[in-house]
């Protein structure tokens, strides 16, 4: 399908190089806002490998990205609603509290928690961007590129011209050295190892029925020594994830029966942990998703951020008009994305330390207020409770989870745009650029040229 011209938008053509959640996410954007998209995969298929088993926790705020994108419906048939923690030890099982999340905060974040295996939520924005109008190339590794004169060389020899080159080429691609330079690379990596199991086979064992009853929340947190893992329900599964390393099998008993169930070596998934790149683009180059910003393995805003940085980029250029604000408009989405993506990080790695607290008397002190908590029969993250240092997920959740890509670039734009385009002596463009057909239709009528 070709991509819908948008009236009042300068069709660019983009070349994205990866088809992970990153390259997907800008690839449906970036022709919903009306621009020409090639993507590049070094490999021959969507799921070339046993890297696509394993699952994502999606947070409201790429949820809300992805109803945004008319896909609720979709993405309802393949993933499960999450209801709340409940939180374990990793050592000994010891029950230490659940939490459900309440009706308030999820009215203010406006879209849910949700569970769904890695492959199919590839395969939905994979679909979704095939029917935007996306163009794929497989087994087609760029090998080099030129930001300043925005062209690509595959291995093949071959070299494609474009407007804008996105590196969503991952945290070991070819952008990302680009960007660093000699000196790659920086920082420690980690990796976490992630698994399905099948209901079926959980629910042959009455000691693990409990994973299924009512009561417990849709996502189960084992807190270890140094260690956690994390277990979620995906549609028909449950989805099993360890932090550092494959250690269930020395976890308590729950976890131990579990292990055993699980069907073939868990993949390790070597997110990394390495730093965040304090610049994104360089000509006409802007790096997106892990090549950017690789969060600790485990983190649910890795995923988070890469939705919202391809939204963010196709909001930015769902309003350019000539081709002298493609700079500026990729310097905005820098400056834009940057804070965000660092807030993220510093929150993630929060709460990571958390869950996996070495042997200590802050850990004691921790397991202790949740006991405590538990057997009032309270929630076991009361802000009253827990510090902001200590506990910082469940406090900031409409800050993380609330956050409106849109609203960050309409704010950008009414700051820094209009007053750019007036200083030029351009004309400005009024008017609300939405992702759903009505608001894009509105726009259309309703649309105002100031002259200055
Ligand atoms: C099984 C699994 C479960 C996960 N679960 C979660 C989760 O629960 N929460 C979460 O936040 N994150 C999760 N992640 C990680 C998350 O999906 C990534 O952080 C996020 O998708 C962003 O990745 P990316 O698209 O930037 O890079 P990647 O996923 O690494 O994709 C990069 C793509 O670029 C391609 N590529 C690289 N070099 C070239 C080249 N030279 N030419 C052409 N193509 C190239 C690669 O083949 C690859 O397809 C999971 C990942 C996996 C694999």
């Not at 419906?73 to 709340?84: A, H, P």
């Not at 042997?359 to 004691?364: K, L």
């Not at 820094?416 to 007036?422: A, H």
């Amino acid at each position: 399908m070709a991509v819908k011209q948008r009236p009042g938008v300068l069709p660019l053509k983009f070349v994205v190089i990866g088809t992970g959640i990153a390259g997907l996410s800008a690839a449906i954007s970036l022709c919903k806002a009306g621009h020409r998209v090639i993507v590049l995969e070094k490999e021959a298929s969507l799921d070339h490998d046993d890297s696509t088993r394993g699952g994502c926790r999606m947070t409201p705020n790429i949820t809300s990205i992805l109803h945004k994108w008319g896909l609720q419906e979709k993405l309802d048939q393949i993933s499960v609603r999450s209801k709340g923690i409940s939180l374990m030890l990793f050592d000994s099982g010891e029950h230490l509290g659940k939490y459900r999340w309440q009706d308030e905060v999820m009215k203010e974040l406006g879209a849910d928690f949700a569970f769904v295996r890695y492959a199919d939520l590839k395969r939905l924005l994979y679909e979704t961007a095939l029917e935007q109008g996306a163009s794929f190339y497989f087994s087609a590794p760029v090998a080099d590129l030129d930001p300043y004169a925005a062209r690509i060389v595959l291995e093949s020899g071959q070299s494609i011209h474009c407007d804008v080159i996105v590196g969503a080429d991952g945290v070991d691609g070819l952008t990302r050295k680009l960007m660093i330079g000699s000196d790659f690379e920086i920082g420690r990596e980690t990796a976490k190892r992630t698994t399905i199991i099948s209901k079926e086979m959980i629910l042959t064992d009455p000691d693990l029925a409990y994973l299924y009853k009512h009561e417990y929340g849709s996502m189960l947190v084992w807190m270890g020594k140094e260690c956690f893992a994390l277990g979620f329900h995906a549609v028909g599964f449950l989805i099993l994830l360890t932090f550092q390393e494959y250690l269930i099998f020395s976890g308590g008993k729950g976890l131990q029966k579990l292990a055993r169930l699980v069907p073939s070596p868990p993949t390790c998934v070597t997110t990394g942990n390495r730093e965040t790149l304090e610049e994104w683009i360089t000509g006409r180059l802007v790096i997106i998703g892990n090549a950017a910003h690789p969060l600790p393995p485990t983190s649910p805003q890795s995923l988070g951020l890469s939705i919202e940085d391809g939204a963010a980029l196709a909001r930015q250029f769902s309003r350019v008009r000539y081709e002298k604000q493609i700079e500026d408009f990729l310097s905005a989405f820098e400056d834009i994305r940057i804070p965000r993506s660092a807030a993220m990080h510093a929150k993630e790695t929060g709460i990571v330390q958390y869950m996996s607290m070495q042997p200590s008397e802050e850990q004691e002190f921790r397991d202790q207020l949740m006991r405590a908590r538990r057997d009032c029969g309270t929630n076991p993250y009361s802000v009253s409770f827990m510090s902001r240092t200590n506990c910082p997920e469940w406090v900031d959740m409409v800050e993380i989870y609330g956050y409106c890509v849109d609203d960050a670039v309409d704010d950008w734009w009414a700051h820094w745009g209009m007053l750019n385009e007036r200083a030029r002596g351009t004309t400005v463009l009024l008017g609300n650029y939405s992702d759903s057909e009505a608001s894009f239709a509105r726009s259309e009528t309703h649309t105002e040229y100031l002259s200055m």
